[in-house]
Each structure stands twice: as structure tokens, then as C-alpha cells.
């Protein structure tokens, strides 16, 4: 669904403030699109052309923490809504931190996982020139320790989705 962003720019000519913060229709202003339900305004690295002219474009990530995030938002935003006022909470992916933690084994004694931190989940070229992202920010290590993060972590949220005691206390 589109929201509140600049659709139709090439890769090129994307700027930070071209992505959606309220993730608002703008057709339908009741209507909030979340997560993979909104339709990203552009790619967040060069588009690549196959010998073939087939083109690859990489789309930021709408699952995970970016949904997270985003649907706390949309949230508080619907929440203005009912008590008669415009919609105030705003964060753009350009403005998004971004973590992820892929497995690369089962085991969690001898497994490992890729762990995944980028700062700002959508390149923003005029506060980071030359990437675009914070270089002092984002990192990737593999290894044993992201095995055991990412079972923590799924431990903890499914803690919190079964609503147990001391849930709300358990980030998104």
C-alpha cells in the first residue's frame, strides 16, 4: 500500500525525506499500512541489471524490528486519531536503527549466526555522504554468542506474546 512517501524516483534521486514516517494513506486517512503492508518508495542500494536487462533492486527490511518500530507508531498514531488529534509519532527508516540475526546453525553449542546492526535502515546520502549509513554504527559478526542472542530472543518474545506476567517490560 502507498503511505505518506516519495514514490516514483529513481534510485538516484531517493533522498531520506522520501521515506514514508507516519506510514499514513494519504488517500485514506483512517488507513495505516505497517510492516510488508506498505509498499516501499524505492531501493536502498544501486539497482543491479543483469546481462539479461533483468534489474535487482534490494528493498528495506519490513519484518523483525523494522515492523516492530513502525507498528508502534501506526499505533500511537491511531491513538491520536481517537482522541481527536493529527497524528504526531513519526520514524522514518532513514532515521531507523536496524538489527537482524540470521542462523546459521541449529545448535547452540556449536552453531552460529550472522548478527546484523545498520544505522539508518534506509540510506540517508546527505547526513552520510560517502554510504550513506553511520560506518560507526553498523557492524557484522558471526559467531557462537549470535546463536545464543538469537535463542534469547525468541525465548523473550514468545514470553511476551503468551502475555506472561511481566511482558510489557520486554522490547519490541
Known amino acids: 500500500m502507498l503511505v505518506d512517501g516519495g514514490y516514483g ?12 514516517s507516519t506510514y499514513q494513506s494519504p488517500f485514506y486517512p483512517n488507513i495505516f499500512a505497517a510492516g510488508i503492508a506498505f509498499a516501499p518508495p524505492g ?3 544501486k539497482p543491479h541489471v543483469t546481462k539479461n536487462g ?3 533492486t534490494a528493498t528495506a527490511p519490513r519484518t523483525g524490528m523494522a515492523a516492530g518500530i513502525i507498528g508502534r507508531v501506526v499505533a500511537f498514531n491511531i491513538i491520536d486519531m481517537i482522541e481527536g488529534k493529527a ?4 520514524e522514518s527508516m532513514s532515521e531507523m ?9 541449529k545448535s547452540i553449542w556449536n552453531g552460529s549466526a550472522s548478527t546484523i546492526l545498520m544505522y539508518p535502515v534506509a540510506p ?6 560517502e554510504y550513506g ?7 557484522l ?3 557462537l554468542a549470535g546463536a545464543w542472542i538469537k535463542r534469547s530472543l525468541h525465548t523473550a518474545f514468545l514470553y511476551k506474546m503468551k502475555g506472561n506476567l511481566g511482558w510489557s517490560m520486554i522490547p519490541e
Open 9 to 20: 524516483k529513481q534510485w538516484n534521486e531517493m533522498k531520506a525525506s522520501d521515506w514514508p
Open 43 to 45: 531501493s536502498i542500494s
Open 54 to 56: 533483468t534489474v535487482i
Open 87 to 90: 497524528p504526531s509519532h513519526y
Open 97 to 105: 536503527p536496524g538489527a537482524c540475526i540470521a542462523s546459521l546453525g
Open 124 to 129: 540517508d546520502y546527505e547526513k552520510y555522504p
Open 133 to 139: 549509513r553511520d560506518l560507526k554504527v553498523c557492524d
Open 141 to 143: 559478526e558471526v559467531g
